[in-house]
């Protein structure tokens, strides 16, 4: 079998050279394995935690002095153009290191410094994302204790090379694609940001909608929502599951993008979904919330035919839309009640009575409208750009599947 990628630039047809890290690296070190004195500020500790995207994130690395630094041995210190990859416990993980600054690393990382005249780093970057390069470390593991792949057989780990040219047109080409990913996924995070602060500011009046008229809506009343709204939770029980039946809903299913998860679900019967929903049949339109275990990310339900456990179902009343009080429930004053229940502590489970309790500030129906069709317009733009990541992240996989040997 020829070292030949299945997608390639068309100028370049040459295969592709087999070699060692060992043969193309001027370095293969790994970090101190004594812990230093932390200082507030100070140079950068970097660890496999800071390791994310093939980038390295230095701002939430602890710090060391620059006396502690200076009697590290070179092999616990990190250069410009240095590539991290990770050795120890979480395998495989890898980054750039494009700062001037003083970097120490820790023992579970490994640095590969390449001679960048006879050799593209990005593109040994690039080529450490692959499928292929993982599986092939991977089998060198020790997994006897704790995951560990030792600095001679990382030296011994071979990649497969085409001419510099060639490294650089693919370097730059799937660098660009990276640089899309970041730019979608810092968009996604800014609209999330937004929507949080603009919801704080919506639910606590400190900014108002007019009517359509341009005048004042009527003062909110203060309710409990079990007032207002008809909240029930589903069974308790545990009824016995199959390979075929009607989907059984728990806290767990439901996800922090306001969608159900049916492909992690167990299935029962149609006597013990017929049983269920006696109590606690579900409808389009109604608000699923998880009750015990994942607490919260409710769900606002465009389907049925499935029965639920362990999880509040919310149905609409006359006063009280579904919509509106979807992104209530999302808010930081949902969130502060919870907080404040618990007292402060990790929660595991939440009372069908403590969620009844709950207090809301309710608008007039058409403020409620106004509201919700607002944020679910913010929430549109969120699984946009969502959708663009994953797609973009997708495309990325299968090039780095396909043009690498």
Do not use: C
């Amino acid at each position: 079998m020829s070292n030949i990628p299945k997608l390639r630039f068309k100028e370049f047809s040459m295969e592709w050279e087999e070699k060692t890290l060992k043969s193309i690296s001027d370095l293969i070190s790994y970090g101190l394995t004594v812990r230093p004195e932390y200082i507030e500020n100070g140079i950068p500790l970097i660890s496999a935690r800071e390791l994310k995207g093939g980038k390295v994130n230095y701002n939430i690395a602890p710090k060391i002095s620059e006396n502690s630094y200076n009697i590290l041995s070179s092999k616990a210190k990190a250069n410009k153009g240095d590539i991290f990859l990770t050795k120890t416990g979480t395998i495989g993980l890898s980054a750039y290191v494009d700062v001037d600054f003083p970097i120490a690393i820790t023992q579970n990382i490994s640095v590969i410094r390449v001679d960048n005249k006879l050799y593209h780093h990005q593109f040994i970057l690039q080529t450490f994302k692959t499928k292929q390069f993982y599986k092939h470390i991977m089998q060198k593991v020790n997994q006897s204790t704790i995951m560990d792949l030792q600095l001679q057989d990382i030296r011994k780990s071979s990649i497969n090379l085409p001419q510099k040219q060639e490294q650089q047109k693919i370097a730059s080409f799937l660098t660009s694609i990276d640089t899309k990913i970041e730019q979608l996924s810092s968009k996604q995070q800014l609209l999330e940001e937004y929507k949080k602060g603009i919801m704080q500011k919506i639910f606590s009046q400190e900014i108002k909608f007019k009517d359509d008229d341009g005048g004042e809506f009527l003062d909110w009343e203060v309710k409990k929502l079990g007032e207002i709204s008809d909240v029930r939770d589903g069974t308790h029980d545990s009824p016995k599951y199959y390979e075929n039946g009607f989907p059984l809903i728990t806290s767990k299913n439901l996800l922090k993008n306001g969608t159900i998860d049916f492909n992690n679900v167990n299935l029962i019967l149609l006597n013990d979904y017929n049983n269920i929903n006696k109590r606690s049949k579900v409808s389009i339109g109604d608000i699923l919330f998880g009750m015990i275990g994942t607490i919260g990310n409710p769900v606002l339900l465009n389907s049925d035919g499935f029965a639920i456990k362990n999880v509040a179902l919310i149905k609409e009343q006359e006063v009280l839309k579904n919509t509106f009080l979807l992104h209530y429930l999302n808010s930081q004053l949902i969130e502060k009640q919870f907080y404040e229940q618990n007292t402060g502590g990790t929660q595991k489970f939440i009372a069908l009575g403590v969620i009844r309790n709950l207090i809301i500030n309710l608008p007039q129906l058409k403020e409620q409208t106004k509201i919700a069709n607002f944020l679910s317009s913010i929430d549109k733009k969120i699984q946009s750009v969502s959708n663009q990541l994953v797609q973009t992240k997708e495309f990325k996989k299968g090039l780095l599947q396909k043009m690498f040997v």
